[in-house]
C-alpha cells in the first residue's frame, strides 16, 4: 500500500507540468498533498526493476488535473519509496487545473531534475495562445521552457494580446464556465 501511495504522489507530476509553462501561476505546494487517482485496463508491478506499467485507456487525476495517456511506466527508486521518472506514451493529454492543455505522443517526468519533456508533435495552449514543435522541455523549478523545431516543422507561437477590462485591469479572455476536468 505505502508503495502504491509513493507510486501516485510521482505519477500525477506530469498532469502539473503544463501549468509550469505560463510564469502567472506555478505549481503550488499544496497540490502534492492532494489526493492521486489513476485509472487504467491494467497494472503491471516489477519489483526487480523498481517499475510499475499502466496500460489501456490511463486516466490520472489530482485535484482537477488530468493526464490521458495508453501507457504510463512509473520508475521508482531501490527502495520503491521515491518516483525517480515517468514515462506516458500513446496519445498522451494534459488538462490542468485552470484548463491549460499539453499533448504530445510522448511525456516524460524526471523527479531529480524537475524537468518534463513532451516529445513528437508537442503543443501546449491556453485559450487561443499556443506553441508548438517536436519536442518541449519544461524546467519545473526555474519556471523555464525550451521549444525545439523538427526537420521538417519548425516552432510556431500565436500569442492574442490581453482584453482591456471595464476596471481598466488587463487579464486574457477566460470561459464564462471554470474548467471542469
Known sequence: ??????LTLGVLALVG???????????GASDKNQP???????MERYGKESLVVFTGNVVARQNNSVQYADRMEVYLDEKGDRILRTISTGTVKIITRDCRTGTARRA???????????????????DE??????????FLSQDRSVVQGGRQER???????????????????????PCQN
Open 17 to 27: 507540468s503544463a501549468e509550469a509553462q505560463t510564469p502567472t501561476r506555478s505549481k
Open 155 to 177: 516552432v510556431k507561437a500565436v500569442f492574442f494580446p490581453r482584453d482591456e477590462k471595464k476596471d481598466g485591469v488587463s487579464g486574457t479572455k477566460t470561459a464564462s464556465v
Open 36 to 42: 492521486v487517482t489513476v485509472d487504467a485496463d491494467r
Open 1 to 6: 500500500m505505502r508503495r502504491l501511495v509513493v
Open 129 to 138: 495562445n499556443v506553441v508548438s514543435g517536436d519536442t518541449i522541455t519544461i
Open 108 to 126: 516524460e517526468y524526471y523527479d531529480l531534475e524537475q524537468r518534463v519533456v513532451l516529445i513528437g508533435n508537442a503543443r501546449v495552449w491556453q
